[in-house]
């Protein structure tokens, strides 16, 4: 099995933080700012000291309230098998599934008010039930897709290569690969069997199906990001100013100089005619801190000991207020990316159980938020120009061009090139 490079280089001043935060660290860090720092203690302008909504929920109480997951009947599983044989039987690639022709006319419904529940209810859903050892790898990716059209229509690239060609890939896997690939060339814990800290990925919808589960451990945890905003807003209000203030993203050498993006973290968008007040937290934790074969990079600035404080911040808070789903094969999970963090428990695999997900990045036509402007050219590598002709499903798991250390150090872009460049 592969480890953890021991290489921890990064920008000069870099404080003392890593990807698995660290709860002693953490309080070191609170009690030494408070006691040599000067500490704005108000809210940015603007900025609401509470949000009330559905969507603001905790793990100990939402079970309560909200019934989070959905059992297909023997119906609803009868008219996926007759979406999957018309769909097979109009020898279409698997870049044109959608809801014609992936007809759910009974279920289609229940999928969009799903995506309601989704986009303006809670935030997430778990759709149960699907019989995956009846099907192959490729039907199982199909009934998927297609079930996915009709909760959120457009589907998000997540790499712009296969096979070292161009192409939309539109699906990912999640599965440990460090039993056989180079430690360098794991840049994300959705390749080992290693804790994921909470975080978002990049798009509006993030869609969850297991196929096998580990031998044990590999829960799936979800945490509202506006609970955790509540909290800080209310007891920490600087720590929302420091999120909302610029960061340099590391891009890993995947775009051209200067090789990070400055943007915010968190965005205020105050109520209007698109929508009620809303705030998104939009980040990944290894983009300032590293992992494995990306360490942060040398040549960009150090974050500060505020947004380390901060990013602490953020992972316990969201970890206190955390739901763990019991994520079991058959399940899709659909994510709401803007109002809530995902993280994933340690775990170990064995020969005959070795907990295996695939992943779509979604979007919704008729009830997707407005993209806050920072975060555009980002949306817009993740949905720009996605054809059906050129969406690439791939059926068997292998490391993201956007996760790998060595294709990163070895093949970084051009500038021209980085409008095709995701991470996640």
């Known amino acids: 099995m592969a480890t953890a490079a021991a290489n921890r280089t ?141 909760v959120a229509n457009i589907r998000g690239r997540q790499d712009h290569e296969h096979n070292g060609r161009p192409a939309d890939v539109v699906l990912a896997h999640v599965k440990d690969l460090s039993t056989h690939a180079d430690a360098r060339s794991i840049g994300s814990p959705a390749y080992t069997t290693e804790k994921q800290v909470f975080h978002t990925d990049a798009g509006d919808v993030i869609a969850l199906f297991a196929l096998a589960a580990a031998d044990e451990g590999g829960e799936s945890f979800l945490s509202s ?22 960061w340099d993203v590391d891009e890993f050498g995947k775009t051209g100089p200067p090789g990070y993006t400055p943007r915010p973290l968190l965005y205020h968008q105050p109520a209007g005619e698109k ?6 937290i939009q980040y990944a934790r290894r983009s300032f801190t590293g992992y494995w074969g990306l360490p942060r990079s040398a040549d960009i600035p150090a974050i500060t000991e505020a947004q380390a404080e901060a990013l602490d911040a953020v992972h316990f808070t969201a970890e206190k207020h955390a739901l763990a789903l019991e994520f079991r094969p058959g399940d899709i999970q659909f994510v709401n990316n803007l109002s809530i963090f995902h993280a994933r428990g340690g775990f170990r695999d064995s020969l005959e159980k070795q907990r295996h997900l ?58 021209s090139s980085a409008a095709v460049a995701i991470s996640a």
């Open 225 to 246: 990001s506006w609970t955790v905003y509540n909290e800080l807003a209310a007891t920490r209000p600087d720590l929302i100013r420091t999120l909302a203030e610029p």
């Open 358 to 415: 695939i992943r779509l990045w979604l979007r919704d036509e008729e009830l997707h938020w407005d993209t806050p402007a920072a975060l555009q050219s980002r949306w817009d590598r993740v949905y720009g120009n996605v054809t059906a002709e050129n969406q690439v499903f791939p059926l068997e798991p292998s490391i993201r061009s956007a996760s790998s250390g060595i294709k990163a150090k070895k093949d970084a872009l051009p500038l």
């Open 275 to 280: 929508g009620p007040e809303r705030v998104i």
């Open 10 to 150: 990064g920008p000069p001043g870099q404080p003392d933080i890593a990807y698995t935060p660290n709860w002693d660290t953490y309080q070191e860090r609170i009690k030494r700012r408070q006691e040599t720092e000067k500490i704005n203690g108000t809210l940015p302008d603007g900025f609401p000291q509470r949000l009330e909504s559905s969507l603001a929920w905790t793990g100990a109480t939402v079970t309560d309230q909200y019934d989070w997951s959905y059992e297909l009947n023997q119906s609803e599983l009868e008219e996926i098998q007759e979406a999957l044989d018309y769909f097979k039987s109009q020898n279409k690639s698997l870049g044109e599934i959608s809801q014609l022709t992936f007809p759910l006319p009974k279920l289609h419904p229940r999928l969009r008010s799903i995506s309601a529940d989704v986009h303006n209810g809670h935030g997430f859903k778990v759709v149960r039930g699907i019989p995956i050892d009846k099907y192959t790898r490729e039907e199982n990716v199909i009934i998927y897709a297609g079930i996915a059209s009709h």
